[in-house]
């Protein structure tokens, strides 16, 4: 069974930078595609970065050059690092895997104040 | 960027009454490979995301076969043929064809009447 459990959220000032993590579990993690998708407070969702099973990286125009999505295939661990981080970025952050979305996390809350 | 635009962006639903959610796309969301890469997700109050649909008209495992999915180019929609109180919540449609970046409408949440 797919597994995917978030961890790394939290509250930090703007300007911060906070780094979530997703273990993942149930499927062979390196083959796979795998992507971080986020909800701010009351609005729809939004595609933030992906990692192909290749290594290969995307980002938003919105996070690019701030944040750094990565992963440990050793300990089938996604990795997001957020840099530079504003009010609007302020979501809960779901882990996905696969370019279609097929397992979702839980989602961890980020929530950039001062 | 391909804009996916869902109406309505409420639907108020009577149980046991059917559904219809659409999904229009700026560009043909046809790939070049010939598939379509339009999904559908559900978003329960309280869960976190649910894949229902992918590639248009395909249900995920455990899917109940009330939800069907249909629509080629740049339309697209999502039918409920009976919704039932556990498919309140909100639903959005993705396209995977033109990325980066991967694009969401803009939800639809389906509510009591």
């Known amino acids: 069974e797919v597994h995917l459990l978030e961890s790394g959220g939290g509250l930090v000032q703007p300007g911060g930078s906070l780094r979530l993590s997703c273990a993942a579990s149930?499927?062979?993690?390196?083959?796979?595609?795998m992507m971080w998708v986020r909800q701010p407070p009351g609005k729809g969702l939004e595609w933030v970065s992906g990692i192909r099973g290749s290594g290969h990286t995307f980002y938003a125009d919105s996070v690019k050059g701030r944040f750094t999505i990565s992963r440990d295939l050793s300990s089938n661990t996604l990795y997001l690092q957020m840099n530079s981080l504003g009010a609007e970025d302020t979501a809960v952050y779901y882990c996905?895997?696969?370019?279609?979305?097929?397992?979702w996390g839980q989602g961890t809350l980020v929530t950039v104040s001062s | 960027d391909v804009v996916l635009t869902q109406s309505p962006l409420s639907l108020p639903v009577t149980l046991g009454q059917p559904a219809s959610i659409s999904c229009r796309s700026s560009q043909s969301l046809k790939h070049r490979d010939g598939d379509t890469y339009l999904h559908w997700f559900q978003l329960r109050p309280g869960q976190s995301p649910r894949r229902l649909i992918y590639q248009v008209s395909n249900r995920d495992s455990g899917v109940p076969d009330r939800f069907s999915g249909s629509g080629s180019g740049t339309d697209f929609t999502l039918k409920i043929s009976r919704v039932e109180a556990e498919d309140l919540g909100v639903y959005y449609c993705m396209q995977g064809t033109h990325w980066p970046p991967l694009t969401f409408g803009g939800g639809t949440k389906v509510e009591i009447k």
């Open positions: 149930g499927f062979p993690f390196s083959n796979f595609d």
């Open positions: 996905v895997k696969g370019y279609w979305g097929d397992h």
